[in-house]
């Protein structure tokens, strides 16, 4: 499966954005996906994560209750809603599917088979 992330940006402290995964090439259904980010210096960070049907959904704490990840299958989207943005969450943020990711793994990334090309979240304080 190959993925597109977009949506990324630079936004004031408060602020929101919207990323979005696109996939293509496998029945999408069938991949648990999940977002992770990096910022300049810093290791690979979990961010969420929801489960193929989208019934369940996993956050890393510091994103919790900013956070929102949800899934279109007819559309083979996944969406990342941020909110509350801070320049902490300044990074790359990269969109991943697996299609047998068990829950103990889920935080990470290589626990995933595919990755798309990242977008670029700046927050300004």
């Known amino acids: 499966v190959q993925l597109q992330a977009s949506g990324g940006g630079l936004v004031q402290a408060g602020g929101s954005l919207r990323l979005s995964c696109a996939a293509s090439?496998?029945?999408?259904?069938?991949?648990?996906v999940g977002w992770f980010r990096q910022a300049p210096g810093k290791e690979c960070e979990f961010v969420a994560h929801?489960?193929?049907?989208?019934?369940?959904?996993f956050y890393e704490d510091s994103v919790k209750g900013r956070f929102t990840i949800a899934r279109d299958n007819a559309k083979n989207t996944v969406h990342l809603l941020m909110n509350n943005l801070k320049p902490e969450d300044t990074a790359v943020y990269y969109c991943?599917?697996?299609?047998?990711?068990?829950?103990?793994?889920?935080?990470?990334?290589?626990?995933?088979?595919?990755w798309g090309q990242g977008t670029q979240v700046t927050v300004s304080s």
């Open positions: 991943t599917a697996g299609e047998r990711i068990i829950i103990t793994t889920i935080r990470r990334w290589h626990a995933y088979d595919y």
């Open positions: 090439g496998r029945t999408f259904s069938t991949f648990s």
């Open positions: 929801i489960r193929r049907s989208g019934g369940s959904t």
